[in-house]
């Protein structure tokens, strides 16, 4: 036996001398040192509070300025949203537990960590299909009417957490559950066992085609219009709009395909053996994706970073930060952060 399942665990290790322990009532030192947990605690931490202030930061920014309300960054807006629930919410008892090198918040714990970062993340994984697919709308229809795109973009967003209340609330629901993974101090739904009543392979099977390969298929096919336009055309804010959507994509697929397909991967080889720091690195690494929103935007907009160093001058000493360039810089003052960088054709 490769594994070591219990009532409410699976540990990937074998039982054979005696080790395992359940991850809800002792610590988990023998899966790894214990530094390892310190530094995943401390790592997530530092994740959350990152995130928090990057993403209270696009929040702010936003929120602040009626004029801000535009389709895209409804989008833009519910990524952040996304984004700083998953850290308030379910990093916390992640953080704990790999302090304490155990799930000793329990079920309630693990509970609410799954739902979260389930949430979170499918409501990232949507809210990109979504501002791709405004992408290519504007590539293919240039001249669309902003009341349109207005519309699409707020059904986007609904859409976005519908699909991510029917991906995470499930487990909660006795259809499959959220389980401890890896190094046992962080939860994700059972791709491990087979417990009967739970319909686990029924879930896992709907997880994964509903809210991943149809999502990633509809970003896969919203990207060529828009790739295509950046390609043959030199409509630079336009263009630096639709950069910003594939980097936020791109970032987003690189912080989740390895999770996605580690557990996939046991999934459809249920008794094999694997690394439970392998899956570990993997569960939190996606969870980093939280924090790249804010970095991208910052990093691929000069406009952007203009506007948020003047935010933070202006949260900082609560006065407006000198304009450089006289009354033309007028127009890259706060109100216009997003109006300028992400929303060029703003109107
Ligand atoms: C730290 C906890 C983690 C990473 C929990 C993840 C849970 C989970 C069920 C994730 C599901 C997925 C997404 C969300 C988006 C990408 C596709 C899935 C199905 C891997
Ligand atoms: C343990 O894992 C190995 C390699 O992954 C596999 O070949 C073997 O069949 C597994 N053993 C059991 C009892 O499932």
């Given at each position: 036996?490769?594994?070591?399942?219990?009532?409410?665990?699976?540990?990937?290790?074998?039982?054979?001398?005696?080790?395992?322990?359940?991850?809800?009532?002792?610590?988990?030192?023998?899966?790894?040192?214990?530094?390892?947990?310190?530094?995943?605690?401390?790592?997530?931490?530092?994740?959350?509070?990152?995130?928090?202030?990057?993403?209270?930061?696009?929040?702010r920014v936003t929120v602040e300025h009626e004029e801000l309300r535009t389709p895209v960054n409804y989008i833009l807006l519910n990524l952040a949203v996304a984004n700083i629930a998953a850290a308030t919410c379910g990093y916390p008892a992640a953080a704990l537990s790999a302090f304490g090198g155990y799930l000793y918040l329990g079920?309630?714990?693990?509970?609410?960590?799954?739902?979260?970062?389930?949430?979170?993340?499918?409501?990232?994984?949507?809210?990109?299909?979504?501002?791709?697919?405004?992408?290519?709308?504007?590539?293919?229809?240039?001249?669309?009417?902003?009341?349109?795109?207005?519309?699409?973009?707020?059904g986007g967003v609904g859409v976005a957490w519908l699909m991510a209340f029917s991906a995470a609330l499930p487990p909660l629901l006795e259809i499959s559950r959220y389980i401890p993974e890896g190094l046992q101090c962080s939860c994700g739904v059972d791709v491990y066992t087979n417990k009967p009543g739970l319909e686990n392979e029924?879930?896992?099977?709907?997880?994964?085609?509903?809210?991943?390969?149809?999502?990633?298929?509809?970003?896969?096919?919203?990207?060529?219009?828009?790739?295509?336009?950046?390609?043959?055309?030199?409509?630079?804010?336009?263009?630096?709009?639709?950069?910003?959507?594939?980097?936020?994509?791109?970032?987003?697929?690189?912080?989740?395909?390895?999770?996605?397909?580690?557990?996939?991967?046991?999934?459809?080889?249920?008794?094999?053996?694997?690394?439970?720091?392998?899956?570990?690195?993997?569960?939190?690494?996606?969870?980093?994706?939280?924090?790249?929103?804010?970095?991208?935007?910052?990093?691929?907009?000069?406009?952007?970073?203009?506007?948020?160093?003047?935010?933070?001058?202006?949260?900082?000493?609560?006065?407006?930060?000198?304009?450089?360039?006289?009354?033309?810089?007028?127009?890259?003052?706060?109100?216009?952060?997003?109006?300028?960088?992400?929303?060029?054709?703003?109107?």
């Amino acid at each position: 036996m490769n594994g070591t399942e219990g009532a409410d665990f699976y540990v990937p290790v074998s039982n054979a001398s005696g080790v395992v322990r359940s991850p809800y009532e002792h610590t988990q030192y023998y899966l790894a040192e214990s530094w390892v947990f310190g530094l995943l605690a401390t790592y997530t931490c530092f994740l959350t509070a990152t995130a928090v202030c990057g993403n209270l930061l696009m929040l702010r920014v936003t929120v602040e300025h009626e004029e801000l309300r535009t389709p895209v960054n409804y989008i833009l807006l519910n990524l952040a949203v996304a984004n700083i629930a998953a850290a308030t919410c379910g990093y916390p008892a992640a953080a704990l537990s790999a302090f304490g090198g155990y799930l000793y918040l329990g079920q309630a714990g693990c509970n609410f960590e799954g739902f979260y970062c389930t949430l979170g993340g499918q409501v990232s994984l949507w809210s990109l299909a979504a501002l791709l697919g405004e992408r290519a709308l504007v590539a293919r229809r240039p001249a669309v009417k902003r009341r349109v795109r207005r519309r699409l973009a707020v059904g986007g967003v609904g859409v976005a957490w519908l699909m991510a209340f029917s991906a995470a609330l499930p487990p909660l629901l006795e259809i499959s559950r959220y389980i401890p993974e890896g190094l046992q101090c962080s939860c994700g739904v059972d791709v491990y066992t087979n417990k009967p009543g739970l319909e686990n392979e029924a879930y896992v099977l709907y997880l994964f085609t509903l809210h991943l390969a149809v999502p990633l298929s509809a970003i896969a096919v919203c990207s060529v219009p828009s790739v295509l336009v950046l390609l043959t055309q030199q409509e630079e804010e336009e263009g630096e709009t639709t950069r910003t959507a594939l980097t936020l994509t791109a970032v987003f697929l690189a912080c989740w395909t390895p999770y996605a397909a580690t557990t996939w991967h046991v999934f459809t080889h249920h008794g094999d053996a694997f690394s439970p720091v392998a899956l570990t690195i993997t569960a939190f690494l996606a969870k980093s994706s939280v924090l790249w929103g804010p970095l991208i935007c910052i990093c691929m907009c000069k406009r952007f970073r203009k506007c948020a160093r003047r935010t933070v001058h202006k949260l900082r000493t609560g006065k407006e930060l000198e304009d450089e360039v006289g009354s033309a810089s007028k127009d890259f003052g706060t109100t216009t952060i997003f109006t300028h960088c992400l929303i060029p054709d703003y109107c």
